[in-house]
């Protein structure tokens, strides 16, 4: 039995919740109801491709096809993770890749071979899924570590170049930066997994259910992802603080920032790959 589907004309009806969002919106004076309406076009749009692109992937289901496409999603959420962070490092987004990409890929392995016991493990319909879970809070939680570590060291120098002058390494200098960083990332995941099941059910489950999978069974594939991504959030932080901090200070422990830019056209964009 599979999740029933709905037909796109009743998709329609639930433009009408909006109605009243734009009517408050332009009774307070929010001037963003044409930005909501083409936000909620463009969502439409990208997600009917992207299911289309899907159903071609899953029907191909070709492992190097399936490994090339993740890749390819690491390299957008390693961009995106670059341009959202308000601190810039030299080559960071080489940076930021590495420590996206090998931390899921381990987790991602383990959990289509030793949890699930695949007979292919690179099974597009698993794969992607899996991934896409992971590297979507994965992102987030990079970013806020990311933040979070550099800022800290930007706005507490005086203790961090107290600490040198103590005859401090740069790695016992840092381990107190890595620690808050990594507590800002790790604090929403502990609250969110305290509140599962009692207060929130998760999408994962919820779809499996809608499909007409066994409560039980939900739950256990449910457990099985928020440990996953607790592993892979936590691990990309590290790996990602820890790498990038490999070109982050010069030879005299100075934190070394590169300056933001405005950079336009296809130039730009490849200045800002090379980070």
């Known amino acids: ?13 639930f433009l009408i919740l909006l109605v009243p969002v734009f009517i408050l919106n332009r009774y307070f004076g929010i001037r ?60 960071s ?37 899996v991934q896409g879970m992971l590297l979507g809070n ?14 800290s060291i930007q706005d507490d120098q005086k203790r961090y170049f107290q600490m040198l002058s103590l005859s401090c390494s740069r790695r016992e200098t840092l381990k107190g930066y890595y620690k808050n960083a990594l507590l800002v990332t790790l604090n929403p995941q502990i609250a969110t997994i ?9 999408g994962m489950m919820t779809g499996q259910i809608l499909g007409g999978t066994q409560p039980i069974i939900a739950i256990k594939y449910q457990i099985a992802i928020m440990l996953a991504i607790l592993a892979v959030r936590y ?10 901090s490999l070109r982050a200070f010069d030879e005299y422990d100075v934190l070394t920032l590169e300056r933001r ?15």
Request: charged fraction near 10%; charge should be positive.
């Open 1 to 13: 039995m599979g999740a029933i589907d709905i037909n796109p004309i009743v998709f329609l009806y």
């Open 32 to 91: 963003k109801n044409v930005k909501l309406a083409i936000a909620i076009g463009r969502m439409a749009v990208q997600m009917v491709l992207v299911g289309l692109f899907l159903q071609y992937l899953f029907d191909l289901n070709n492992a190097w096809v399936n490994i090339g496409y993740v890749l390819v999603m690491m390299c957008v959420a390693s961009f995106s993770a670059m341009r959202s962070c308000k601190v810039r490092i030299r080559r």
């Open 93 to 129: 987004f080489f940076a930021l890749l590495i420590g996206f990409a090998v931390p899921n890929f381990i987790v991602m392995l383990f959990f289509n071979y030793l949890l699930l016991n695949l007979p292919d493990i690179f099974d597009a319909r698993y794969i992607i899924a």
């Open 138 to 151: 994965s992102l987030n939680s990079v970013v806020l570590g990311y933040n979070q570590f550099y800022t």
């Open 194 to 202: 305290e509140t599962l099941g009692l207060v929130t059910l998760p």
């Open 235 to 244: 691990f990309s932080v590290l790996a990602s603080l820890w790498l990038s």
């Open 261 to 275: 830019a405005k950079r336009n056209g296809a130039k730009g964009f490849l200045q800002k790959l090379r980070g």
